[in-house]
């Protein structure tokens, strides 16, 4: 049973537009949210968290927004640069001592 | 390096044999994790270690998989008799604490003939 999911395997977009992409979970227990970005034979890096006291929150051109009752959360770039073209995991954990879950990535292209 | 550092970066054994991999977290992040990303598949728990607590081992998929990590740094993650699927990217990551962002080194890619 996957708890988060990323539904959509790849995108692309133009650069200077904006890049939308989206992930569901079904564990109502989550609590805290996090974009992770994964260059070819790179470690995933750290981009992006919320709270699920929040609904939004901003980091330069990155934005999560997080819309509980739906169980949807969705990270917005803009606007994206080439540099942006990379895999982004979404992952979810409960409160605590909980290692994270992770859904199965995006593969963002961003075209010059 | 001031990052999480795993070796081997590649590894290429034959099916049956026992293979070691290993992590070097952060200084002074007292949490650490190992995941797995098989081909097509997202980031699969495996293992985590907080401090000096008993380690949480649910993720691991047989009991051909075990961990360790000594004097609170680096970690050992050893797969005896290894097989076929096992072949995947092995990541480990470290943090400070359990509710602080994960950082992840660059995997070992173990490869199983």
């Known amino acids: 049973d996957q708890q988060v999911k990323q539904n959509s395997p790849s995108l692309s977009v133009q650069e200077g537009r904006i890049s939308i992409l989206n992930c569901d979970y079904t564990?109502?227990?989550?609590?805290?949210f996090l974009w992770y970005k994964k260059y070819p034979a790179e470690g995933p890096t750290f981009l992006i968290s919320?709270?699920?006291?929040?609904d939004k929150n901003e980091d330069g051109r990155f934005t999560v927004f997080l819309n509980k009752s739906a169980k949807h959360l969705s990270l917005h770039i803009v606007p994206s640069q080439p540099g942006d073209s990379a895999v982004y995991f979404c992952?979810?954990?409960?409160?605590?001592?909980?290692?994270?879950?992770f859904g199965k990535g995006t593969r963002l292209s961003v075209i010059a | 390096g001031a990052g999480v550092s795993q070796s081997p970066s590649n590894k290429v054994t034959e099916k049956g044999k026992d293979v070691e991999l290993r992590c070097d977290p952060i200084?002074?992040?007292?949490?650490l994790y190992w995941y797995r990303q098989s081909l097509g598949q997202g980031l699969e728990f495996l293992i985590y270690?907080?401090?000096?607590?008993?380690?949480?081992k649910s993720g691991l998929p047989s009991d051909r998989f075990s961990a360790e990590r000594t004097g609170g740094s680096v970690s050992t993650l050893t797969i005896q008799r290894t097989q076929q699927e096992d072949s995947a990217v092995y990541l480990c990551?470290?943090?400070?604490?359990?509710?602080?962002?994960?950082?992840f080194g660059d995997g070992t890619r173990l490869s199983i003939l």
């Open positions: 990551a470290s943090s400070l604490g359990a509710i602080r962002p994960q950082h």
């Open positions: 564990n109502s227990m989550f609590d805290y």
């Open positions: 919320i709270s699920s006291i929040k």
């Open positions: 992952a979810a954990r409960n409160s605590g001592n909980t290692p994270l879950v």
């Open positions: 200084s002074g992040h007292t949490a």
């Open positions: 270690f907080q401090g000096n607590s008993a380690p949480d």
